[in-house]
């Protein structure tokens, strides 16, 4: 079995004059274990490995790729890339961007993941279920208990003279618990992440999730009305989540981004400041370089308020005339790079939770969103997503609200915070938030 | 056809599974080979080939499941990979493998013309085919992005119990989004045909249709007043009713998520759950649609299976785990995202049956109300049944009348009480294929079903 450098060598090598030739080739090995009853129900382990080509000619972009292949096939893989290039439209933004220094990143890789034999990742799952079914009365079982870990290497090299690879480790576990009171169920969610087990907060995913399903019990729909809406960090993130397309300079430039022309104007109120960094210590995005070798950093998008920029990968760029942000991504070896966050985030503001709470008084606190992949608009910002949360009466959360539905659009939005809280967290991709309070907005119900 | 695992592999990879006592193993293997290109923007980009492959082991010992997987299908990584799911799925069982038997299809898909033998500089012409289409529909449309995808998977499944299936699976995906703008609104189109099938789909979906329908759709919504929110009658366009039933009530009715005590339908067969117009069923033998096989993705062949008989719940989906762990049939619902995945309990093409009502008499009989002609994704908890559903394309009815487009609307409710509020089924029929995602796994699916009417339901908009 040849080493990823020897495969990406062997495409580079098989580069003709008149062409750029880019190879990126990644391995990972994952585990993955569910617990149910007090006991394992599955374990999975992987090993996979593949390569991505890149061929440029006169400005037309093939790409070929392939799973665990020989050196041989590597080469293959550039004369099929070369192949669909012939088929494609010419377009000079297509260019590889030039060797650059990446620093390395401390502790992205922990040996004590890859270490950890399969035993005692079974063992953390089962910790994870007990511990989700024994914080609440009304939790006595999950709809699912996780522990999934990878250990990912990566590998790129260029007829352009770059040459890099990192190796990370992640971890993470997830717990959906289910909380019933007659002949009724809700459902809880919660997760953590990491870069090694032993720094994972089992104990605390697991009561938020009972928590947060058992809260829900008794829900009804409320009346429809305009009043305050606390959305917490996941919710917020759902948000954010949506706005990832309109800060791309991809989407941008392709004229689907509502940011489009508003640089330097006001979008949001100054109380909002988003940045995306991919060298955030801990954040489950961070990368030394970005999926096509150019160094990552931090990017401001909108600082107190006022629109910044976009997110750069290297073709990007040469249309607008910028330089790479390092945000190139790429389905792993399987696609070619487009443009995507590493740590999309809201700076956290200086109060905690509860007091947002304590400043909203009447209002309505959101901790489910469900829809916004299909209810909201990316281009247009508009959206109507369903949510399920509680009251809030006098700064503290009173009874359980389902069905209710809230419309607006992500412009308005982001004018009506009033206050950003303190706790910023991660949704399961790279995109965090901390506990938000809007004005007014509508909310649906009955 | 060659196996994609020689016969003598796939035996010594299954006793090695077995060899920790596992009651079963089972070796999934394939190689896919795809062909993709975009038109974004006027420009033809992103063409590209690929090779995927790997295998899958997976060892069960009473409850416990153990896969481990690989991209390295040679012998040393496949019995590396036997002996990870053998060493967690330990049990006291003495199975030996036994001599496979040949299981031949009861259905086929063969394709018309396989995708696999166009050049792509024909593939990349029907795609300047739908863009030079919507472009020209309407001085509105401002974005056209069309993609083409086609691939040929290979499959081969062999198990402890002698079972040896072997597949090669046609596929094939034309799509195309169109943005309109007006003034400062923006509106999206969508169109997707496709097909377990060769490039003779194109008949039934020639690519300039596609693209004048996905713009058609974008430039009407631009006329869109905002959809209206709060309680309302809903008549919901053929095919969208499928993505409805899909959504709202078919997760519930996968045999994992009754297993794990997720699901209002668990320990509900026999009752009358649904308004007695609703037939459903889930098919995966129809000939050619994007969500058939002949074999599901644990050998069990193609069936159709009853869901709802005139509202009774009769009907679960199950895969070979969970039809062993309830001591019932499996019905060929084992499906998988590829080798890197578990099977898991999955849908195929599910329907609501047509039935007697003329459709324009449905609208007609409809004071006001909202009617949904297209369905966007939706979400749904399947341990309530709470759903809600984007609406892509919506419009007011008003005494009677199909009126003005209504924007941004989407549908909220709960599936057993949409189900049982379903007050009128029309006589027409349509389907759209779509991806199904459910655990990280996404699948190839269609949706279908007649025009329905839900006396009342919540609609969701910023209309008041």
């Known amino acids: ?446 | 056809m060659t196996p994609v695992l020689d016969e003598t592999l796939t035996r010594d990879v299954l006793h090695a599974a077995l060899s920790g006592g596992a009651d079963f193993a089972e070796i999934y293997a394939e190689e896919r080979r795809s062909t993709s290109a975009q038109l974004d923007d006027g420009r033809v980009e992103d063409v590209a080939t690929g090779t995927d492959r790997g295998a899958g082991v997976r060892a069960i010992a009473g409850e416990v499941t153990a896969y481990a997987f690989s991209n390295r299908m040679d012998r040393d990584a496949l019995l590396e990979a036997a002996a990870a799911a053998a060493a967690a799925a330990r049990g006291n069982a003495k199975r030996a493998v036994l001599d496979f038997t040949r299981a031949e299809p009861q259905v086929l898909h063969a394709p018309g013309e396989p995708a696999g033998g166009v050049a792509r500089e024909r593939k990349v012409a029907w795609l300047r085919e739908v863009d030079d289409a919507a472009r020209s529909h309407a001085p509105e449309v401002r974005q056209v992005v069309a993609g083409w995808g086609d691939s040929v998977q290979r499959v081969l499944i062999a198990s402890s119990e002698g079972l040896w299936v072997q597949e090669e699976r046609h596929r094939l995906r034309l799509v195309v989004q169109v943005v309109a703008g007006r003034g400062g609104i923006l509106q999206t189109g969508f169109e997707g045909p496709a097909g377990l099938a060769g490039v003779e789909l194109l008949e039934a979906h020639p690519p300039a249709e596609v693209g004048v329908k996905a713009a058609r759709q974008a430039v009407t919504m631009l006329g869109g007043v905002p959809a209206p929110a709060g309680e309302m009658a809903v008549v919901v366009g053929p095919a969208g009713g499928g993505v409805l039933f899909h959504e709202a009530c078919g997760h519930g009715l996968e045999a994992d998520t009754i297993g794990k005590e997720a699901s209002i339908y668990r320990g509900r067969k026999g009752e009358v759950l649904a308004s007695e117009l609703v037939t459903g069923v889930d098919d995966s033998t129809e000939p050619n649609a994007w969500g058939s096989f002949s074999f599901d993705d644990e050998g069990s062949p193609a069936a159709r299976t009853v869901l709802f008989d005139g509202g009774r719940l009769t009907g679960f989906l199950y895969d070979r785990y969970w039809a062993s762990h309830d001591g019932a049939p499996t019905t060929g619902n084992g499906r998988r995202q590829s080798y890197a995945s578990l099977p898991i309990p999955r849908m195929t093409n599910t329907s609501i049956l047509p039935g007697a009502t003329d459709p324009e008499e449905i609208v007609a009989d409809t004071r006001s109300g909202l009617y949904a002609k297209a369905l966007g994704g939706g979400q749904v908890n399947p341990a309530t049944g709470d759903f809600v559903f984007g609406v892509s394309e919506a419009y007011l009815i008003e005494d009677g009348e199909i009126t003005r487009p209504a924007r941004g609307a989407n549908l909220i409710g709960n599936g057993v009480t949409i189900l049982r509020a379903v007050d009128a089924v029309g006589s027409d029929f349509d389907s759209r294929p779509g991806t199904c995602g459910k655990d990280g796994q996404g699948v190839p699916v269609t949706t279908g079903s007649p025009t329905l009417r839900i006396a009342r339901m919540t609609v969701g908009g910023t209309g008041g």
Not at chain 1, 203 to 227: Q, V, Y
């Open chain 1, 1 to 446: 079995m040849a080493e990823l450098e020897e495969l990406v060598g062997a495409a580079v090598d098989a580069a003709e004059g008149g062409e750029d030739v880019e190879a990126y080739a990644s391995s990972s090995r994952r585990t993955e274990v569910k617990a149910r009853r007090g006991k394992v129900d599955s374990l999975s382990g992987s090993q996979t490995r593949g390569l991505g080509v890149r061929v440029i000619r006169e400005g037309r972009l093939g790409y070929a790729w392939a799973a665990d292949p020989s050196t041989d096939e590597a080469a293959a893989l550039v004369a099929a890339a070369r192949e669909s290039s012939a088929a494609a439209s010419p377009d000079e933004a297509n260019v590889l961007p030039e060797a650059a220094p990446a620093e390395p990143l401390d502790g992205l890789y922990r040996a004590a993941l890859v270490e950890m034999d399969a035993e005692r990742k079974v063992e953390i799952a089962i910790e994870l279920e007990r511990a989700a079914v024994s914080s609440r009365p009304e939790v006595t079982k999950v709809e699912d208990a996780i522990y999934a870990d990878a250990a990912t290497r990566v590998v790129v090299a260029s007829s352009r003279g770059v040459s890099a690879a990192y190796e990370r480790t992640d971890c993470w576990c997830m717990v959906m618990a289910l909380a019933e009171r007659g002949d009724e169920t809700q459902s809880g969610f919660s997760f953590a992440l990491a870069r090694e087990p032993g720094e994972l907060d089992l104990e605390g995913a697991a009561a938020e999730a009972a928590e947060r399903g058992a809260r829900l019990l008794g829900g009804r729909k409320p009346k429809t009305e305009r009043l305050p809406v606390v959305l917490d960090p996941w919710a917020a993130a759902s948000f954010l989540g949506v706005l990832v397309g309109a800060l791309s300079a991809e989407e941008v430039q392709k004229g689907r981004s509502l940011f489009a022309d508003l640089v330097g104007e006001e979008v949001a109120t100054e109380l909002i400041t988003i940045v995306d960094d991919g060298r955030l210590p801990g954040g489950p995005g961070a990368q030394p370089f970005d999926d096509e070798g150019v160094p990552t950093g931090r990017t401001p998008l909108i600082d107190t308020g006022t629109l910044r920029g976009f997110l750069h990968n290297t073709a990007t760029a040469h249309r607008a005339g910028a330089s790479s942000t390092g945000n190139a991504g790429r389905p792993g070896y399987r696609g070619v790079p487009g443009v995507s966050p590493h740590n999309l985030l809201i700076e956290p503001g200086p109060d905690g939770p509860e007091a947002l709470l304590a400043s909203a008084g009447r209002a309505v606190y959101v901790q489910e969103v469900t829809g916004v992949h299909s209810g909201a608009n990316p281009v247009s910002g508009e959206f109507s997503v369903g949510a399920a949360g509680l009251r809030v009466e006098g700064g503290a959360l009173e009874e359980p609200l389902r069905e209710m539905t809230i419309a607006s659009t992500l412009q308005e939005m982001l004018r009506a915070v009033t206050s950003v809280g303190s706790d910023l967290r991660f949704r399961g991709g790279s995109v965090g938030a901390p506990t938000l309070l809007l004005a007014e907005m509508s909310v649906a119900g009955a």
